[in-house]
């Protein structure tokens, strides 16, 4: 590869890609604003539509649906046109969604709006590795972990804002305003496809799928399934926290509708050290299982504290609740630990993000559900408590030094 050349090594990260690596960026930028726009402000919405918790579960499960099902489909995109292509119509698709979500007359419109914002987002998830290794082969790590930053970025900033910007300019304004970061990622994409043209889809750097006979493999393994587990716990909690915490803090903890969407901030801000850190720690531990166990008391601790004792120290309990979603980063990196060869992790990554993101896609539903069922937060928390369970045990097959060849 060209990272491992020393000329390529050497080769300054702005010289020639600037617009490209402001366009990753910002690709990047566009990735989670609307996933965490809408919780801190259920309240205004359902002054206006009349909507159950079951019906806020279902467009808290959304991301994670739209996630798994575009990434697969994203690859077929690819096959026909360019990456800047079909990152362009990602991102008109993102843009087309807050617009429709802005524009909103009904709770169904706002659905529908939500469901194609995260299916831009879902192509553009699985764009960002390819165009990395496009335009920077020789800085792969540096701008992977740029773009990371800025994804957790985009996760903590929209709960800061969207209750002072729906108190003063409306919940319409507060959700569509998001789009403007849309708009502002077209223009470097459109400027490198009108000024490079590319005559055919990219066939020196593609949106891998997984070959045939490897893909049928994970469906046997106990590696796979362990992992997809653990990763499934992650969105899992992380979904129906981004979905449900500001009102679970507002009924429990008697937290006023801006400090709830703050505390979300925290939830999600949490998710930066972790992301540097976890890394790391995992390519130098020999028994991950730690890491793994780490993460699943986090969440214990967590939504004990907010079932217990929620009205005291709530922000340590949100914190330590924002830690436990550690188990995503560190699934990534497993994806490669535990595999010897490239066809190995492609496959293994496919098996458990998409099987992973599905099964995470319960925990917005299941806790709308039970919320409803039982007039309570305690049993939706208890539920997730449990859920961490789950991930120790699956934890303790995929931290096991093994390969999924063998």
Known sequence: MAGDTPAAAARPLWHGRAIALVGILLVAAN?????????????????????????????????????ALFGLIAPSFTRRLSLESVVLLALGVILLGHLVRAFSTSF??????????????????????????????????????LYATVMSESTLLPPLVAVPVADAAGWHVS???????????ILPWLRILITHRPAHPDRDVEVETAQPAMAGRVWRSSLAWSLAVVFAVSSLNAYAMFAWLPEILHDVAGVAPLNAGALLSV?????????????????????????????????????????????????????FAGLGPLLFPLCLVLINVRTRTHAGSVALS????????????????????????TASWTVPLIVLTATALAAALAGSVAARPRYLED
Not at 37 to 45: D, G, K, N, Q
Not at 50 to 65: C, N, Q, R, T, Y
Not at 175 to 185: I, N, P, R, Y
Not at 293 to 309: N, P, Q, R
Request: a positive charge; aromatic letters at 10%.
């Open 31 to 67: 990735l989670r604003t609307a996933v965490a726009a809408l919780s801190p402000i259920f309240a205004e919405i359902r002054t206006e539509f009349d909507v159950s918790s079951i019906g806020v579960g279902l467009l808290g499960m959304l991301p994670p649906v739209c996630f």
């Open 350 to 373: 496919g098996f458990t993000q998409g099987l992973g993101y599905t099964l995470g896609a319960l925990g917005p539903l299941a806790v709308g559900v039970l919320h409803q069922l």
């Open 108 to 145: 169904a419109v706002l659905a529908i709006g939500s469901a194609v914002t995260f299916a831009g987002m879902g192509v553009g998830n699985v764009l960002l590795p390819p165009l990395v290794k496009r335009y920077f082969p020789d800085r792969i790590g540096l701008v992977t972990s």
């Open 267 to 319: 939830y999600a801000g949490m998710g930066i050290p972790a992301g540097l850190l976890v890394p790391l720690l995992a390519a130098r531990m020999k028994n991950v299982a730690i890491l793994i166990y780490a993460g699943v008391v986090f969440f214990i601790v967590g939504y004990l504290g907010l079932i217990l004792v929620p009205s005291t120290a709530t922000w340590l309990w949100v914190a």
């Open 175 to 185: 959700v569509g305003m998001w789009g403007f970061v849309s708009l502002l990622a």
